[in-house]
């Protein structure tokens, strides 16, 4: 039978995972949908502007919503920093490359919803979109397109806006502006206890891998959101793991999202 102690902390409980669930649903505008009449005109727009890169269908990124990863993932990075917490895993969480802030807003409602304040979630971007192809020293890059679209070019000013409409915006969001090459050597050592990978190319994939691997946790996560779609990003990771000769098991969540825990 329960006691009024453990009926509090189950209603406790619940009302966090509602919140969650929520909140999951408003980053992707999963209330009240997107407008079939926006996403129409964005592809057309995109089409004109990027005849060459967008020869094979315009790319359905959402009008209005936080996030583009969806449910499924977004349930993945609870999952998965429910169980640091569960586990005692120390350390930060930090995505690398984070759009319109929808991941990194949902992982700072998972510490609030459990009442942490003492990790906290660094948001790794440029603020500007992706950066052009260092063909010479990363081949697998050479036709990458990515940096010709604005539409992944989302202020600062911009994300801190979308944190603060869900009351996230605080000392526990760190915002690390600048490309990958240059900001995340200066988070080497630093302990996480998950890493959330999305920065397309392999240049942005193996930049995050090199400079964040080390400082995580034992028992930490991996998550790499592009490693089933873009072929030069699953790469990245492989010749990173070869290259230590790590092999992970590396769990597969959906057509291209995969995770693997660091034992």
Known sequence: MATPE??????????????????????????????????????????????????????PWPSRAHTMIGPVRLRNIRDLIERTLREGVQGDYIETGIWRGGACIYMRGILAAHGIGERRVYCADSFAGLPAPTAAKYPADKRDRSHVYEELAITLDEVRKNFAAYGLLDEQVVFVKGYFRDTLPKLVGHRFALLRLDGDMYESTMDALLNLYGGLSAGGFVIVDDYGGITACRRAVHDFLAARSLAPEIHKLDVSCVWWQKT
Not at 39 to 45: K, V
């Open 6 to 59: 453990t009926a509090g902390q189950n209603a406790a409980g619940d009302l966090a995972g509602r919140y969650l669930d929520l909140l999951a649903k408003s980053l992707s505008n999963g209330i009240y949908g997107e407008s079939r009449l926006e996403m129409r005109l964005l592809r057309i727009r995109q089409r004109l502007r990027h005849p060459i890169a967008s020869r094979r269908g315009a790319i």
